[in-house]
């Protein structure tokens, strides 16, 4: 199916020995690991670090790992000061240190052959000029270059937010200034492009494509320089998984996350779910694309591959407000069906399951204009017709709220209210409710309390709420 | 104890069922594909039975905390009406499906040759779509119409053990055994299998690849004999243990073939009410 190898980076796994982290990593499923070195994960200080790294070696060989070596320990060269000295350092002999360090973390990659060894420029201090920072970086980035080149092993330099280079531009101009060297290419972590990129982030992929070498994925919110689990930002990661399919990237895409090991197994499980998902939506858009009619058969596969949770599981346990992980991913194959195969979509309501007709109910709204009003009108009422609850919620989503008729849309309102779907799944509420809703409501609230039931919060809010038409 | 009923037809039942059911440890069924004592008359008849089965169904059940999966195929007494036979035309669509752990039941009612086409038929379409297959045997010639029906099996290349054979008793299990395939029992009032009966059969042939069954339909039968013939076997002597592998392991490991099983307990139900994001303490109220 994906032809992408998805890895886990060692530095969300800091309460981790280093073997245990690559045994749960690898029971996982993850093809590979961006190994981090750091003071308790293959110290290249150490005094018997020939000795780990053969160790190393033969476990990632034992656990048939592949490995990209990274360099952005926090506290590895100074105890001090996080990050501390970098290429870009005002001391010369600061500078050094992160070249020596940088020198070692090449010949470790050689002795591993890991895939390439990751760095970044590092914060420029105050008062540089920008030419001295150029010739600074330069220099350093020669002189591990010549490491590289000596040992056969390719740097991948990552555009890090809040450093000297910090887009993928700054990395193109490094590479510029030094005569475009085979062994330089690039590092690009899909969450820094959400966070910090010009370009989006299937363009910053696609601008990056041969030279790509290392790929670091998380998510992110723009502007904002954090790394997040999948679905907690902004990023639409089946978007950024094709990006990188059809660029042809056969390296690692390693998860980072340095600041969940405080639940590394259980983010890295979570991790490795959202990407398999994400890569079958991907796949599934392409070969509806090329073929609408194979959407009869990806359709009711949804859930195996994407799972069927619910998408906000604090507020929303049964995925009846807001959906579930199905709904979203059939959304996402009907948005892959176009005008062409606007006629697929009555027959995949028609024959679905109750989780594929929520499915294409979540979807109508994104096949407005291209699905015919009609059909799409008889599909929820179809569902309005049902006792289903999560049926009946989908059908009162955007699509309801701007083409059911009133009278119709009234009567959804109401069996929500009988059959215990919260008012929060109907959209556009306040808008749409008027004066006969209303009274609806209040007739079902007397005869409820005639029989001495309990009158729902939701029927309270509506009658006493005097906002919206009237 | 935990059951998971491998045979009942749950669309004739009341709700009165499901929550007894809830409360004697069924957690998950399997809801096969069969006849419904009135003769259907149309394809339309079998499609909007079939939703039914991935639908509504599988909603009500979750409503009593039970997990609902089903098998699809036209059943070997409608193989004979011509009108129905087209219906083998849409079932490839209702193959594809979540929650559809088998292709079932198919097999003999009168061992006409109506029904031996279906029957080759829809064992070539479980080869075909990775499916696990439910055959039921025939109520009248039993012992001859196991035999063919495992001739069938044979013929069809369909691995025996991803094939079920069910409505067996005291003679018909032998044949079973020695197959290879499944062997299933369905316990019954008064007729099939009893649940004493059904413990000397495990104390003779074993519990390896044994299932038991109410299948429970809209004629005498009773949802709760699963539980019964687990209080009869540990009248018995067999352990807990064993219960355990004939009333869950073993539909699990039988059904699990499809990949379509889903056994995650519902929302609202067990031990997920009492927790919140994995602490144990409930720190936040329950929407509704």
């Known amino acids: ?470 | 104890m935990r059951i998971f009923d491998p045979h009942i037809h749950m669309t004739s039942r009341t709700t009165d069922d499901y929550e007894r059911m809830y409360a004697a440890g069924v957690r998950a069924i399997v809801e096969p594909a069969f006849w419904l004592g009135q003769p259907r008359t149309t394809v339309g008849s079998f499609t909007d039975y079939f939703d039914g089965l991935i639908g509504w169904e599988r909603f009500r059940a979750a409503q009593f905390g039970i997990r609902h999966h089903c098998t699809m195929a036209l059943n070997p007494k409608e193989a004979n009406d011509p009108r129905c036979v087209d219906v083998l035309d849409v079932l490839p669509r209702y193959l594809a499906k979540d929650g559809v752990v088998a292709v079932g039941e198919i097999g003999y009612d009168s061992m006409t040759p109506a029904e031996d086409k279906a029957f080759e038929a829809q064992l070539a379409m479980a080869v075909e779509h990775d499916l696990p297959a439910l055959v039921h045997t025939p109520h009248r010639d039993k012992v001859t119409g196991t035999r063919r029906s495992l001739d069938a099996v044979a013929s069809s290349g369909i691995d025996p053990g991803r094939v079920i054979i069910d409505h067996l008793n005291e003679v018909t299990v032998d044949a079973v055994l020695e197959s290879g395939c499944w062997m299933a029992f369905s316990i019954y009032p008064d007729t099939k299998m009893d649940p004493d009966r059904m413990v000397a059969i495990l104390r003779r042939c074993g519990l390896e690849r044994m299932l038991v069954n109410s299948a429970a339909d809209w004629g005498r039968s009773d949802p709760l004999l699963t539980l019964r013939t687990g209080e009869a076997m540990l009248a018995a002597g067999f352990t807990e243990d064993d219960v355990d592998t004939v009333l869950w392991r073993n539909p699990v490991a039988f059904y699990g073939q499809s990949g379509r099983l889903v056994l995650d307990e519902l929302p609202g139900f067990g031990h997920a009410a009492e927790t919140f994001e994995g602490n144990s303490v409930l720190r936040g109220a329950r929407a509704q």
């Open chain 1, 1 to 470: 199916m994906s032809a992408l190898r998805f890895g886990y980076g060692t530095n969300g796994f800091a309460n981790h020995r280093l073997g245990d982290a690559l045994a749960v990593i690898a029971d996982l499923g993850y093809a590979g690991v961006a190994l981090t070195l750091d003071h308790d994960h293959l110290d290249p200080f150490a005094d018997d670090l020939p000795r780990r790294v053969d160790a190393v070696r033969a476990e990632l060989a034992g656990r048939d790992l592949g490995v990209v070596i990274e360099t952005g320990a926090r506290y590895l060269l100074d105890p001090r000061r996080k990050h501390h000295p970098t290429l870009v350092s005002a001391a010369e002999e600061d500078r050094a240190v992160r070249v020596d360090f940088l020198r070692r973390a090449v010949r470790i990659a050689a002795e591993l052959g890991a895939e390439c060894v990751s760095f970044w420029s590092g914060v420029l201090p105050p008062g540089t000029d920008e030419a001295t920072a150029w010739q600074r970086l330069g220099d350093g980035v020669s002189a591990v270059l010549d490491e590289a080149v000596r040992l056969g092993v390719v740097l991948g330099m990552e555009p890090e937010p809040g450093m000297f280079v910090e887009r993928l531009s700054g990395v193109e101009e490094l590479r510029a200034r030094l005569g475009d060297p085979e062994r330089l290419r690039v590092t690009l972590d899909i969450g820094h492009c959400v966070a910090n990129e010009r370009d989006p982030v299937a363009e910053c992929v696609r601008r990056a494509g041969p030279l790509l070498v290392n790929v670091q994925l998380d998510d992110m919110v723009p502007g904002v320089h954090e790394h997040l689990e999948f679905g907690d930002g902004a990023l639409d990661l089946p978007d950024a998984l094709a990006a990188l399919v059809d660029v042809g990237y056969r390296g690692l895409a390693a998860v980072e996350l340095p600041r969940h090991s405080h639940a590394a197994p259980d983010v890295a499980a979570r991790s490795i779910a959202a990407l398999r998902g994400a890569a079958w939506i991907a796949d599934a858009q392409r070969r509806i694309r090329e073929k609408p009619s194979s959407i009869r058969t990806l359709f009711p596969a949804a859930g195996r591959h994407c799972g069927r949770g619910p998408l906000h599981p604090a507020a929303d346990p049964a995925g009846v407000v807001d959906g579930t992980t199905d709904d979203a991913a059939r959304v996402r194959l009907l948005a892959a069906l176009g005008r062409d195969g606007a006629s697929e979509v009555a027959n995949l309501y028609r024959y679905g399951d109750d989780a594929e007709k929520r499915g294409v109910l979540r979807g109508l709204s994104i096949m407005d204009g291209v699905l015919p009003v009609d059909i799409g009108l008889d599909l929820v009422r179809d569902a309005l017709r049902t006792n289903d609850t999560r049926l009946v919620a989908a059908a009162l989503g955007p699509y309801a709220a701007a083409h059911l008729d009133q009278h119709g849309w009234r009567h959804g309102v109401l069996k929500c209210l009988f059959v215990g779907v919260p008012l929060a799944a109907v959209a556009r509420l306040d808008e749409r409710a008027d004066a006969e809703l209303r009274r609806m409501v209040a007739d079902f609230a007397a005869e409820r309390r005639a029989a001495g039931r309990t009158v729902p919060a939701d029927a309270e809010r509506l009658m006493t709420d005097h906002g919206g038409g009237s």
